[in-house]
């Protein structure tokens, strides 16, 4: 996808329409063939991160958009004044027991990376991953273990 993106403007631009759209589901797969590019051609995609606010604030109940969105996020680097409102949201949905498995692994990842510069952050959100494995992990072995994983990096972060 990235080579037909580099090298037709109009497919591009027919891509980056259908993204802002208004259609969840048309949204929601082409978040998930964004997925396949590599890290390094992701910013081809401009303004990736504000899209994909935009999207998951707009269908906060698509399951597809709020996963593979973040799913997204977790790889690109995120604007300094996005965020606050990254974490935010993300946080937020860290919180709800309804979001998927597979969208808090991702959420936990997004939060961590912004919340290393900012040990209060870190803190809150270390209490948030454990309740998490609390309420989740038994029966969950992919928020067990990234919960874990991501708790890991906390407490090494706290230590420095």
Not at 132 to 145: A, K, M, V
Request: a neutral charge.
């Amino acid at each position: 996808m990235a080579k037909e993106i580099y090298a037709d403007e109009a497919f591009a631009s027919s891509i980056f329409k259908k993204l802002e759209s208004g259609n969840a589901k048309v949204a929601s797969n082409i978040l998930w063939s964004f997925r396949s590019l590599k890290r390094q051609e992701l910013p081809i995609v401009h303004n990736l991160c504000h899209k994909i606010l935009c999207l998951i604030e707009e269908f906060p109940e698509e399951e597809g958009i709020l996963r593979d969105g973040t799913a997204l996020l977790q790889e690109i680097q995120i604007p300094e004044d996005l965020q606050s409102k990254v974490f935010d949201m993300c946080f937020g949905f860290l919180q709800n027991s309804t979001s998927s498995i597979a969208s808090k692994a991702f959420l936990m990842t997004v939060c961590y990376r912004i919340a290393e510069s900012f040990p209060e952050l870190l803190k809150e959100l270390a209490l948030q991953i454990q309740e998490n494995i609390f309420l989740q992990g038994s029966t969950s072995p992919g928020i067990y273990t990234r919960g874990n994983a991501v708790l890991k990096k906390i407490n090494q972060r706290l230590r420095k």
